[in-house]
């Protein structure tokens, strides 16, 4: 058994994606274990099965680790109890995450959107630490944001708070998911890009030679990355002249591509900003434990 | 002389115009007293001259009324003692409004953005009573907001939050005065509404008389009013995506002309945030005295 300190505060977070569950105990602020097991794909009750062996096994372990937090990739209903949808976990839909884990593991815990929770990670413990007011945008598949201001969580009135990937950039443009046309996800997404730069080149393009491309100087790919990176760089200096956080840490999939990336969002955000605000963008920092890191302060929070 | 009641707060709210200074006393959430004056055109001392002398009258009336708050149309430094520009005041630009009035006075007065004190004022006594969040738009020549979160005005890191005239809401589009293509107020606000009718009936046409073209079925004046509403509609259904507040207040010249304006604003913003959450638009209630009533309540929250 690791020994605890009393005075630290301890707590448990999962992280429940699309492949894989992460799970681990955040002492302090060190995340002193941390494990990885692959996401049933059998149904929710399967999965709380498996939240919950987890949570038991580093309980046992971690006597004073009674606060717990899981994060999911969707959102939650207005008392964050239930999971609306989470597309990318098989069978997530309307899962009474709460109340399913009260029966396994006999304690409450804490429900947080993966997004949010990733958010807090950044903000507390991460790039954005040392900061009032952040917002943490992650860009991969889809495009979406986290609010902390005043060091706490904005939700919002619905709970929707940091729908980043849903605003217009583009009226008239390419509709989104949603059924909305010009979304920023619809243009600047890891999605978008592949499916631009595949019609351009006309053959199936991934996101990844997209960049790759585009940094050797092809020209359509060139083309297409940019207004993406354009598109996501104004939609950020919008929001500083509308909340003016302190800051906006960057993650996601998209943008472990790098330089390229950072240089292309900064580029627009300088151009669209210029006389109200410096638009500052650091690159998140706890990679892909942000998700288990956030869970487990969100669970502290409440 | 007013007997003022010893348990109800009692301030002084000034309000700052291009053509009037307007003040007044409010106890508890009553504007009890109101005076306009114009607004001198020979300079910054002269506008303070006739603060302080404001001030003097209704404090020798309503002696405990000690807090005083000012409310101007332009931007402020960062600790709120100066005035950077306020455009529409002959010769407002760096003023130092606090220590003015304190030499004047020889008392601290509270020094608050015009919109950002209506804001406050419509979310404590006007239309947005009640709620927690708020965002207040005015649409006027120009196009700004005031977000009110928990109660607070939110100011963000530089205390540029509420900047929505400037957000970009048609990349390529018409350049505002800030130099930045497709902002809000390039397309939406009054100005831009007479600037597209003038050009389109090749005669001059003011903001009031395009309205009532396209309420009369005028096919250019109809699509230009239309098609600035839009882009109102959709950057609230913006606004509610990323902070979700509980309602949105919208008042300023171009808000008076009703119905019409409204309706067009909120058929935009519901198309645009279906499946998220619902936009709710209130009309401001407080009219002209939401500066005095936002000033007086600035000067009571500090």
């Known amino acids: 058994m690791t020994t605890t300190s009393m005075t630290e505060p301890v707590s448990i977070g999962v992280d429940v994606g699309g492949t894989k569950i992460a ?10 274990e941390r494990h990885l097991q692959p996401t049933p794909e059998t149904g929710w009750e399967a999965v709380l ?3 919950a062996a987890q949570v038991q096994g580093l309980q046992e372990r971690h006597p004073h680790a009674r606060l717990v937090g899981v994060g999911v990739p969707g959102p939650l209903n207005a008392d964050r109890t239930r999971v609306k949808f989470a597309p990318n976990i098989y069978g997530f839909t309307d899962v009474p995450l709460v109340d399913g884990l009260r029966e396994r593991l006999g304690q409450r815990i804490i429900l947080e959107n993966d997004a949010k929770a990733a958010a807090l990670a950044e903000a507390h413990l991460g790039a954005a630490r040392g900061t009032e007011s952040s917002i943490y945008v992650t860009v991969s598949t889809g495009i979406g944001a986290g609010l902390v201001l005043n060091g706490r969580i904005w939700r919002g009135r619905h709970g929707i708070a940091g729908e980043l990937g ?3 950039v583009m009226p008239g443009g390419p509709v989104s998911g949603a059924g909305l046309d ?9 999605t978008a890009i592949a499916r631009d730069a595949s019609y351009a080149l006309n053959r199936d393009v991934s996101t990844a ?3 790759e491309l585009a940094e050797q100087g092809h020209p359509a790919a ?5 207004q993406a990176l354009k598109h996501i760089g104004v939609a950020l200096a919008d929001l500083q002249k509308v909340i003016d956080p302190e800051v906006f840490v960057i993650g996601g999939g998209v ?3 790098g330089d390229f990336f950072f240089r292309g969002i900064q580029k627009a955000a300088n151009e669209y900003s210029q006389g109200f605000a410096p638009v500052s963008i650091r690159r998140a920092q706890l990679g892909t434990d942000a998700g288990v890191i956030g869970a487990a302060l969100a ?3 409440g």
Chains 1, 2 share one sequence.
């Open 23 to 32: 799970c681990g105990v955040l002492r302090g602020d060190q995340l002193i």
């Open 49 to 51: 099965d498996v939240i």
């Open 166 to 168: 849903h605003v217009t």
């Open 182 to 190: 010009g979304a920023l996800e619809a243009v600047a997404s890891g």
């Open 209 to 211: 030679e997209a960049f």
């Open 222 to 226: 060139r083309r297409i990355v940019e």
């Open 255 to 257: 943008a472990s591509v």
């Open 299 to 301: 669970a502290r929070h």
